[in-house]
């Protein structure tokens, strides 16, 4: 089955400062990639998805770069701020009847 | 309007005890899921449901048993409670395998 890989665990940045969490797949069907962002005591919900026949997408400070040959999928936060700090999940999925598989998280804390 | 809800958001029980957990979704989505969240904030898939048929079964105890009365609910049994059951439970919907999954709020169950 597939295997969700994520680094890195922590991440503590400065205001103002850039984020990158990277996150690699095992699985070659996989072909849906989502970011879930999860405050404290509060449910994951999506940030931005990238699908397969894609290798960028940008939404005003995050982006997603996918490497499907490598077989890895990043996220990118720009002008990081407090309210950034949370924790982030990567995500794989395809249609072969499988439910997203997450990887581990990283928890990323934005000083000010 | 919630668009996944799940009842109760804590639940205290001691060993050796059955509970059950609600979810329902309101987004007409065919796919329902329950994710467990431990302590190191791992989601991992337990079941999926797609029209009512489960369609994944991971690897966890025969004790844990999903119902689904109708495409709008999946219920989550519990019997026989262990100590290393204590997490968050969430429940999620998605109108398809690869798409985005929407959480319910979380169940915190702590078993004594």
């Known amino acids: 089955g597939e295997n969700v890989e994520q680094h890195p665990s922590t991440l503590s940045v400065q205001e103002g400062d850039s984020a990158v969490i990277k996150c690699t797949y095992s699985?070659?069907?996989?072909?849906?990639f989502p970011w879930y962002k999860q405050e404290l005591g509060k449910r994951p919900q999506l940030i931005i998805d990238?699908?397969?026949?894609?290798g960028e997408k940008k939404d005003q400070r995050i982006a997603v770069t996918l490497n499907k040959t490598a077989k890895h999928f990043s996220l990118h936060i720009t002008e990081t701020q407090p309210e950034d700090s949370a924790v982030y999940f990567c995500a794989a999925g395809n249609q072969a009847g499988t439910a997203l598989i997450f990887g581990k998280g990283t928890t990323l804390s934005v000083s000010s | 309007d919630t668009a996944v809800s799940q009842t109760p958001k804590y639940l205290v029980t001691q060993m050796g005890n059955d509970k059950s957990i609600k979810c329902e979704q309101n987004?007409?989505?065919?796919?329902m899921y329950w994710y467990k969240q431990d302590s190191k904030k791992f989601l991992k898939i337990m079941f999926s449901y797609n029209n009512k048929e489960l369609i994944i079964n991971e690897t966890v105890p025969n004790r844990f048993s999903p119902k689904s009365p109708d495409k709008a609910h999946l219920n989550l049994h519990i019997n026989s409670l262990e100590l290393g059951d204590s997490a968050v439970y969430f429940c999620?919907?998605?109108?398809?395998?690869?798409?985005?999954?929407?959480f319910g709020q979380g169940t915190r169950l702590t078993v004594v």
């Open positions: 999620a919907s998605s109108s398809g395998m690869n798409t985005e999954a929407f």
């Open positions: 987004l007409g989505h065919d796919t």
């Open positions: 990238i699908r397969s026949n894609v």
């Open positions: 699985d070659s069907a996989s072909n849906y």
